[in-house]
């Protein structure tokens, strides 16, 4: 599969990256992606930036040379009724928004319990994306999880950075493999992302296209091969 678009990327702004949004930019483009998105960790994650931040994200070009630059967050979800470190009337303003748990912002509930969380935030009308699904630290109950991304048209996530050997997260190719067979069976789409805190790892997809291919998922349910099909769930692309 030949992936142009890498919405999942983070920069020095979020206090554990490493690169600047300038390098991040001119690292997508060497990469020969279409669109690029900056999604930047938000505040509740240590060292992460001020709301302030993603309100100014107008001095940002929404071009690179011909390639589509979106502004989006990576939203901490911060407890099981799923509500978000910034407020619904930032996170509106956003190009996009990832909705991910991270064990510094929300403590695990049981498999029902975070299930339950994941498709109450889907509800929220500025959330495209469910990051990393795939962390056995957060145990889910992927049939209910795919059905309902499926039929509230919300994407789930094949991350790439969790699928690396040097992962921190556990479990992330069993349960990516089981919620690729899943959305295989039901004819659901996803997202992949690199999650990349590096400017040369942005677009690379190498970990997240082996398993594409290992479980044979078709490529029409694959989002990043086409602008066309990203405008179904991404705003102004």
Known sequence: MKYIIDLHTHSIAGGHAYSTFQENVAAAYAKGLSVYGFSEHAPAMPGGPH????????????????MRVLKGC?????????HFDLDDSVLARMDYVIASMHLPCVTSGTARENTDCLIKVMDNPA?????????????????????????????????????????F?????????????????????????????????????????????????????????????????IRGV
């Open 51 to 66: 709301p302030y931040f993603f309100e100014n994200f107008k001095v940002l070009p929404d071009e690179y040379k011909g």
């Open 74 to 82: 990576e939203a901490n979800i911060i407890d099981l009724e799923g």
């Open 127 to 167: 959330v495209q994306i469910i990051g990393h699904p795939d962390d056995s630290r957060y145990p889910l109950e992927y049939d209910r999880l795919v059905q309902a991304a499926g039929e509230k048209r919300v994407l789930l996530e094949v991350n790439n950075t969790s699928l690396s050997p040097k992962s």
């Open 169 to 233: 997260r556990k479990g992330g190719l069993e349960n990516v493999q089981t919620y690729l067979s899943l959305c295989k069976e039901y004819g659901v789409p996803v997202i992949v992302g690199t999650d990349s805190h590096f400017a040369p790892q942005i677009g690379d997809f190498t970990y997240a296209d082996k398993v594409l291919k290992d479980t044979d998922f078709p490529e029409e349910l694959v989002v990043n091969t086409s602008v066309e099909k990203l405008r179904e769930y």
